[in-house]
């Protein structure tokens, strides 16, 4: 069996890896939601999470693998370490999947054997074939991770990876965990995979790094060269500490330099079939729709999605792209799923055309969210004349992407100015529908919210990120406030948008302790049925 191929599988870890940034915790729903945009986009593997680290995960991952896993669609992974109880678990939740995955690790340095596992190598050799073997009960496809493989012996390494693919691992995942190799370091890392290890023409070589030194796409891309087939990745390349290899700017390089690449993969170099299986249309809305929902800010200047990644200031570079295109640009921004920008509602706009142009942007939104989306629409066009696609999208964002409103806002209300003392009054109603008026002063207007808010919530945490972004420009523009608080070692994200950028402030700061009250309460019950249990 020669497991290679002349494409290059996407495998998205968004939703595990990625979750893993501090603060980009996510509820079962928006999991859902970001896991139906992942299957649009087209990725091969949706690795949904780690289902034995918590019930939370367990359940997403079912889930996923329920209404995601169809006949056309991805394939459903869960991760396990190298143990029965992991493996168990992420089987059962992969369960529901037509194609469901377990992809089980363990690690192969010296550094981690010695001070994490407090294992010997041969103790390793002989767990890792084993568990291999064991998630195989569960399922024919089984990937198998030597953690810090970049940091690892090489000869050891050919030796763990004939074992496992001897065990039935049809993907062998090299992962670079601590983002330190280069990008010829890691492409000599698997030319020797391929030339030392037996068997591993039965196995694809997949890779997995993270962005220590900034060189994670860097380094996949070489590696594709020396025969590496699945490339594990995220969205906006969010994940633990400088995240993982970005999604969108792998499947762009592999595609506007395809003719580069076709060679690696046995075409011929002016191939035109895609090396991915990537709808490039939806980067961009994909890329928005994680940042919502986690409230990881994407830096303007990030190559693809970045507000600035198609903008021209300079005179020079603005004439040169008038007179053509080319001159400046090598690729063109609708190829992302960007349009440009046009004017496209107003207030006149009716429902119908509203609906229209929400699907030509791939919103998919039940009656009830259209309805809701509709009224704030109509509620922004009666301060803002005209209403671009970003308007929209900002708009549904805020109104549907929202987690549950277990505190609402009734009413926030400031007075301020440069000879006043900042005052907000706030009107919530309590998880128990209550209906509480509090008011406090604050150095500035946000201030005074926040405070006003907390007197009524009470929950202490810690202000750490505050931003506002202009969605368009000009006076009437939406403003969009993103803020990131801690509790307890944990952060909570909230995100707004509306004209009026004190009522965002108020907005997206209830939407964050929202979902620090949703995650105590979740807490409390997990604590109750094991309180009942023992
Ligand atoms: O970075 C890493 O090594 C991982 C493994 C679990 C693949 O995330
Ligand atoms: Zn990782």
């Known amino acids: 069996m020669d497991k290679s191929t002349d494409r290059i599988i996407i495998f998205d870890t968004t939703l595990r890896d ?31 999470g780690f289902p034995y680290a918590s019930p939370g995960d367990f359940e997403a991952v079912q889930k996923i693998a329920h209404t995601v896993g169809t006949e056309n669609g991805p394939t459903i992974c869960g991760l396990a370490r190298a143990t029965k109880a992991d493996i168990k678990s992420a089987a059962e939740a992969v369960k529901p999947a037509v194609k469901g995955r377990i992809h089980t690790f363990l690690a192969t340095s010296d550094i981690h054997l010695e001070y994490k596992l407090k294992k010997t190598r041969a103790e390793v050799l002989a767990i890792a074939p084993e568990m291999v073997a064991y998630a195989k009960t569960f399922t024919p496809d089984v990937e198998f991770s030597p953690e810090d493989a970049g940091r690892s012996d090489p000869e050891f390494l050919y030796q763990m990876l004939e074992a496992v693919i001897s065990a039935g691992a049809t993907t062998v995942n090299i992962p670079d965990t601590v983002g330190y190799l280069t990008p010829s370091e890691f492409g000599t890392l698997i030319k020797g995979i391929k ?47 400088a995240g993982n290899a ?13 003719q580069y690449f076709n060679p690696f993969l046995g075409r011929p170099v002016t191939s035109e079939a895609p090396l991915t299986n990537i709808d490039t249309q939806q980067i961009y809305k994909t890329s928005r729709l994680v940042s919502n929902l986690t409230g990881m800010f994407v830096q303007p200047n990030k190559a693809i999605v970045g507000a600035n990644a198609f903008a021209h200031e300079s ?46 942007l791939g919103f998919d939104l039940s009656e009830t969210d259209l309805n809701k989306a509709f009224l704030s629409f109509k509620d922004v066009a009666d301060k803002k004349k005209t209403i671009t696609d970003w308007d929209l999208e900002a708009i549904v964002n805020d109104e549907i992407q929202q987690p549950p409103e277990l505190f609402r806002l009734e009413l926030v209300q400031v007075s301020c100015g440069d000879n006043a003392c900042p005052t907000a009054t706030v009107k919530i109603v309590t998880p128990d529908g209550e209906e509480l008026t509090d008011a406090a002063t604050g150095t500035g207007p946000v201030d005074a919210i926040y405070k006003a808010i907390n007197r009524v919530v009470n929950i202490p945490n810690q202000l750490i990120e505050f931003s506002v972004q202009s969605v368009t420009e000009g006076i009437d523009a939406i403003g969009e406030v993103t803020i990131r608080l801690r509790h307890e070692q944990k952060i909570y994200s909230g995100r707004a948008a509306n004209t009026d950028i004190i009522v965002a402030s108020a907005r997206a700061y209830m939407g964050a302790l929202n979902r620090l009250y949703g995650a105590l309460e ?12 023992v």
């Open 18 to 48: 990625g979750e893993q940034s501090p603060g980009a915790t996510l509820n079962v729903e928006e999991k859902l939601t970001i896991a139906r945009a992942l299957a649009r986009l087209g990725v091969d593997v949706i690795e949904a």
């Open 195 to 241: 030339e030392n290890v037996p068997n591993i023409d039965q196995a694809i070589i997949s890779v997995h790094g993270h962005n220590d030194l900034g060189l994670a796409v860097a380094n996949f891309l070489e590696t594709v060269k020396y025969g590496a087939r699945q490339l594990e990745c995220t969205i906006n390349g969010i994940g633990e500490r």
């Open 246 to 258: 970005a999604l969108e700017e792998l499947v762009m390089a592999l595609h506007v330099r395809r």
């Open 522 to 533: 979740k807490r409390k019950v997990n604590q109750d049925n094991l309180s009942v249990t």
């Open 315 to 360: 005179g020079i570079h603005q004439d040169g792209v008038l007179k053509n295109k080319l001159t400046y640009e090598i690729m063109d921004a609708t190829s992302i799923g960007l349009n440009d920008n046009q004017i496209v509602l107003g207030k006149h706009s009716g429902r119908h055309a509203f609906r229209t142009r929400l699907e030509e």
